[in-house]
């Protein structure tokens, strides 16, 4: 009888561990998807701003060799991302959009193509605001200022991409913020409920002269183990989500690179044992501090 009755309470205990490590996977989940938002969020930005697009526009007298020297020089300068020499009979491809349309044009001008050469750049994301654009446009000017007639960009586009960005950042991290209060209340409950199935055994500890950090110790180091098996699974399940996405859906592409994805994995690991941690530190707490009687 006691052999049956030792082996439902293993069996029970398992089921307990199980069911709070996939509670605590789940949650992990959860704020794993809110993290990789924010690193992708990021990847979004630095792409979209440094999207930004300027134009160089050249005195008359200089010559196809004289801007293409130019680009060579620039092309080095640590505020640029990409630096692209445009030659006229690309501006007139670009302009009209088809072979047809550049015939008609260049027609209406007698064969002689009227756009000049220029350089097309794209500021890296330090540079790619109102303050930094227009720090690289007065450079250009006062280097080349015998070469280059006109620096142009859009400020409006400049302003709308640093504006909008700043607005959905904030709107994220508000919503982010409100789903890792949940989802750490969530931990903690789950915690709170194993350990309450536990609770004679923490008593009977103490009273046959156990002390709270002896008592405290196993509890702890399963923590530690739930939190970095649950963070095993929980990156799991986030990594086949992105790969899913990717492939089911063609116009969302997730790009996480490995360094991304072990900066998310160590982040969720570090979350999984400090919340589990905290919280069966406080739950043991409460029992250590409960008389027999309170259990009931």
């Known amino acids: 009888m006691s052999e049956s009755a030792e082996k439902y309470s293993r069996k029970g205990l398992r089921t307990s561990y199980v069911s709070t490590v996939i509670g605590i996977s789940l949650v992990l989940f959860m704020i794993g998807l809110v993290l990789g938002g924010m690193l992708g969020l990021k990847s979004i930005q630095t792409q979209a701003k440094e999207n930004l697009q300027g134009d160089l526009f050249f005195k008359p007298e200089q010559t196809n060799a004289d801007i ?143 002390t709270s950090g002896f008592i405290r110790k196993p509890f702890l180091t399963q923590a530690i183990l739930q939190g970095i098996v649950s963070a095993l699974i929980g990156m799991a399940l986030l990594v086949s989500l992105f790969y899913t996405i990717n492939n089911l859906i063609d116009s969302v592409e997730i790009a996480f690179n490995l360094q991304t994805l072990l900066v998310l994995f160590i982040a969720m690991v570090l979350i999984g044992i400090i919340i589990t941690l905290v919280s069966t530190w406080f739950a043991l707490n409460k029992y250590l501090r409960m008389k027999l009687d309170d259990l009931y």
């Open 68 to 210: 293409k020297q130019i680009e060579l020089e620039i092309n080095t300068w640590p505020e640029f991302k990409e630096v692209t020499f445009i030659s006229p009979d690309r501006a007139m491809n670009e302009f009209s959009g088809s072979t047809n349309n550049t015939k008609e044009i260049l027609s209406i001008f007698e064969k002689s193509n009227p756009l000049p050469p220029t350089i097309s750049y794209r500021p890296k994301e330090t540079y790619a605001n109102k303050k930094g654009m227009l720090y690289i446009k007065h450079k250009l000017l006062k280097t080349y200022k015998n070469q280059i007639d006109e620096v142009n960009y859009d400020e409006a586009s400049v302003e709308q991409v640093n504006l909008g960005f700043k607005q959905f950042v904030f709107l994220f991290l508000i919503v982010a913020a409100l789903l890792i209060v949940v989802a750490v209340a969530m931990i903690n409950n789950t915690i709170r409920l194993a350990l309450y199935s536990k609770r004679f055994t923490i008593k009977t500890m103490q009273l046959v002269g156990a």
